[in-house]
């Protein structure tokens, strides 16, 4: 079946300082990759939209800069988050999927949380 | 762009009793839609994908009702059982433009008393 793995499932940074975090796709091939975030007490934001041989789209209030994406190939995908503060903490997703199909596949998430 | 709100934020039933949960959305052009649960510390589970010809549409232990008049999405849970205590979200994507992205609602906790 289609998985997603994400790592790591949780993480610690300093504020002001980065993390990446990653996602696997299995048993598909992952042409679309969504990152979202979902803050606490809040739903699930979208933070860009990373097609494979075209331009990420950020959504508004997300940029590059920030959240730098790489989609190097069909299975694997990076974000990640530079320059994190307290704003920054909270859980992030990613779903990927194929061009068979039209929804998305889901990880676990990775958590994140600046101090 | 697409809206969708969702309702109640929070719901409290007793076990054996029924659960509602309903999203509103705003653009007609929604294809597809999709019901998550997010268990505590957990991601999301996909609980029933929705195409729009469907109005409805029945899973393990729950129904989920597609009125596009209304554009209206409801998950209905039978008989809940603490177990189906969690954080549930309903998600709209549209197909034009072939991305599929889900837009989501803002959650509903649920929590299931014995």
């Known amino acids: 079946g289609a998985l997603v793995y994400q790592y790591p499932r949780r993480t610690i940074c300093k504020s002001g300082t980065s993390m990446r975090m990653e996602c696997q796709a299995v048993?598909?091939?992952?042409?679309?990759v969504a990152w979202y975030r979902q803050s606490p007490q809040k739903t699930f934001e979208l933070i860009a939209l990373s097609t494979v041989n075209s331009a990420i789209k950020y959504e508004q209030n997300f940029t590059q800069e920030k959240f730098p994406i790489s989609h190097p190939n069909l299975s694997f995908s990076s974000m990640t988050v530079l320059n994190a503060y307290l704003e920054d903490r909270g859980l992030y997703l990613c779903g990927a999927r194929d061009p068979g199909h039209s929804d998305y596949t889901f990880g676990s998430g990775t958590r994140l949380l600046v101090i | 762009g697409e809206q969708v709100e969702q309702r109640p934020p929070h719901l409290s039933v007793r076990e054996g009793d029924s659960a509602v949960i309903i999203c509103t959305y705003t653009?007609?052009?929604?294809?597809?839609f999709f019901w998550y649960k997010q268990e505590p510390g957990a991601g999301l589970q996909l609980l029933m994908k929705?195409?729009?010809?469907?109005e409805i549409n029945e899973g393990q232990g729950f129904t989920v009702l597609l009125n596009k008049k209304d554009k209206q999405l409801s998950l209905n849970l039978t008989a809940a059982h603490p177990g189906d205590s969690a954080v549930y979200f309903c998600?709209?994507?549209?197909?034009?433009?072939?991305?599929?992205?889900?837009?989501f609602g803002k959650g509903t906790s649920l929590v299931v008393h014995p």
């Open positions: 048993g598909f091939q992952a042409t679309s």
């Open positions: 929705v195409f729009s010809s469907t």
């Open positions: 998600a709209v994507s549209e197909a034009s433009g072939g991305n599929y992205k889900p837009t």
């Open positions: 653009d007609p052009n929604s294809y597809y």
